[in-house]
């Protein structure tokens, strides 16, 4: 029999076998970026009937880690340019250990004190550090997902409630409408929250945007005075960091046009808003400020592990009224003590708080600053080296850390369409760096997203070296073919 409350020598044995693995694993990361096992290998791998007796525990962790580790990306590492994923930093690591072995329940100041008081701080150091109203609040979620969710949801309040509609109470059914306006090149997950809360795709109105991915402020304009009346409950959703080019919508103008119809702007800066902790690069997300509400994330630019997200709302009534759990054996809503719970959806949940302390910490605000402003030059040497090399298209205006590539010229789309493909799946075969593909505006793109903390620029200059060399090979193979 194995017992659950193992001997002390056991459970100190078992705990230092785990951070022992972990340790060799990020030591010696793997150097072939894209994990060597499919999805299918893994499955496999971890299939089996579900087991009637168990296991000891040093067996499980080996067990583990042989099934997992084949199956892992190197995402932590220095070239792993694919989606947009932070290094999940040590010191983020090092913290989130001790918040699972502390195991706290992190609803309310109560339940988990510490937990809560990390909280209470870092959303502080979050709103000084991005330079958003200091009287927001802010919800410490799982990702930019849940923070647009939360958001959105306090937003829907307000604007309902300003419309005389009470939509905690009533909720949405008979409620006057409400017109949203977004960009149609707003990331996927904003038109997933806005459908979680009724608010369905086909209901939205859509801003064209320009060949960068931005609203057109014209074209916004236009809509707001076609299609929104006067009065009409109003959502706008703006971006801070297009997922593709990097950059960010217009919210000089944008803002104070939705503003003068008493709407509600949301931004969506998963990444985006961390410009503003960077005073070179703070102008790529200005005006941002003077928005309602900020979706942002920490296991990005932050490099927490994940998941971790943050849900920031200027106006901390409507952000409760919105999430807000109340019941005998809860606390209330407090003017001395914040409770995690009444700014997320959920109520048992990890103390998030823990990790963004310990890396705002870790880093301070200079850290910060120089980080941001690394990945940003980095982002152009990548850019500048790519673009120098004939058949090779760098899409957008690299400001930020993203790079849009495309290969193979573009007097044929469907020709580029291919040899972008096969370059992108030769980039990942050969395993130097790691890429993913998309399709943007029509044409599919190689995305290189410079975001994880340990890049240095030589990384950079063996990615592009890797990425010219697999685009060399794939041409030629086209010519002879
Ligand atoms: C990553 C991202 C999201 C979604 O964030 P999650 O943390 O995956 O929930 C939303 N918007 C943008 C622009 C993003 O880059």
Partial sequence: MTRDDAPDEDTEALLLAAARRAIAYRRALPAHQRAPASYGDCVAAFDEALPEQGMAAPEVLAALVARAEPGLHASTGPRFFGWVIGNSHPVGVAADWLTAAWGQNTANHVAAPAAAAAETV?????????????????????????????????????????????????????????????????????????????????????????AQGVMQPAAFEERLARDVPK?????????????????????????????????????????????????????????????????????????????????????????????????????????????????VPELSRRARGFATWALLRHFGRAGIAAMVERHCAQARLLAGLLAATPGITVLNEVALNQVAVRFGGEA????????????????????????????????????????????????????????????????SAAEGG
């Fill in 231 to 343: 009065g009409a409950p109003l959502i706008v959703v703006t971006q801070a960091g297009h997922i593709h080019s990097g950059v960010t919508d217009a919210h000089e103008r944008l803002v104070p046009l939705a503003r003068a119809r008493g709407g509600w702007v949301h931004v969506d800066g998963a990444f985006g808003l961390w410009a503003r902790a960077c005073p070179t690069r703070a102008h790529l997300a200005c005006g941002v400020e003077g928005a309602d509400s900020w979706a942002t994330d920490g296991h990005k630019w932050l490099q927490t592990p994940f998941d971790c997200g943050y849900a920031i709302v200027r106006n901390a009534a409507a952000h409760r009224r919105a999430m807000t759990i109340a019941a005998s054996y809860l606390p209330p809503v407090s003017e001395h003590e914040r409770d995690p719970s009444h700014y």
């Fill in 122 to 210: 870092a959303a502080r150091w979050l709103l000084e550090l991005l330079r958003l109203p200091a009287e927001s609040s802010v919800g410490f979620v799982t990702g930019a997902t849940m923070a647009s969710f939360v958001a959105l949801a306090a937003a829907r309040g307000e604007v309902l409630a300003r419309a005389g509609w009470d939509v905690e109470a009533q909720g949405l059914f008979g409620a006057p409408p409400v017109r949203v306006l977004i960009g149609e090149e707003a990331h996927a997950s904003v038109f997933s929250a806005l459908h979680y809360l009724g608010f369905g795709k086909a209901s939205l109105i859509r801003v064209p945007a320009d």
């Fill in 412 to 475: 044929d789309i469907a020709a580029g369409d291919t040899l972008t493909r096969a370059t992108l799946a030769a980039v990942q075969e050969d395993g130097t760096c790691f890429a993913a593909g998309a399709n943007w505006r029509g044409r599919w793109i190689m995305r290189l997203s410079v975001i994880g903390a340990s890049t240095t620029d030589d990384d950079i200059r063996l990615s592009a070296q890797a990425i010219i060399q697999a685009w060399r090979r794939v041409a």
